[in-house]
């Protein structure tokens, strides 16, 4: 059973009409009225209220029986979507970490004083420049890495 029929029966199971449900949930009847339409569904919040003010469990609220009906796939589809984006967050941290290091480098190396000694031996710090260069390498390409897979992932689920 869809999510929209399983609200519906439960309200008439408790005999309320959709004002009385959403004076229950804090929610309006227009809310009450296309959650059982399935135009849109609830957020986690109220589902939590709805298991409360009703003594189901959530499984019972959100699973509605032993298939998937749209809500569970839409809390398995924003559960995903949240990981994507703490993972892309956290690259984004990286690369952004990288590309700092690297126009740090490169700018202690402009700023350096290379010298000869008396016994004439160069003094430079060289060894600053590819290191720099790395860095920043390594940084755009964890941009590009990032750019890549979300338009990838977009091309996925437009499919």
């Given amino acids: 059973m869809d999510f929209g029929k ?13 004002e009385q ?8 009847r227009q ?9 849109n569904l609830p957020d986690l919040e ?11 469990s959530l499984d019972q609220l959100i699973l509605g029986g032993n298939d998937m009906n749209n809500l569970t796939e839409k809390l398995i589809k924003d559960g995903s ?7 892309n967050l956290i690259l984004v941290i990286i690369g952004t970490a990288l ?9 202690i190396k402009g700023m350096s004083v290379e010298y000869v000694d008396a016994q004439g031996i160069l003094h430079e710090n060289f060894f600053i420049l590819p290191i ?5 390498f390594s940084g ?10 979300n338009i990838t992932t977009r091309i996925n689920s437009k499919s």
């Fill in 21 to 28: 449900m959403g004076i229950m949930l804090n929610v309006t």
């Fill in 31 to 39: 809310s009450i009225s296309n959650w059982e339409n399935n135009k």
């Fill in 132 to 136: 720099g260069f790395l860095f920043l």
């Fill in 140 to 149: 755009i390409a964890t941009f590009c890495i990032v750019g890549i897979k």
């Fill in 99 to 107: 590309l700092c290091i690297g126009a740090s480098c490169l700018i």
């Fill in 46 to 56: 109220l589902l939590v209220s709805m298991s409360k003010v009703f003594s189901l």
């Fill in 81 to 87: 979507e949240t990981r994507r984006a703490k993972f």
């Fill in 6 to 18: 399983q609200i519906k029966q439960i309200r008439l199971d408790k005999n309320l009409t959709q």
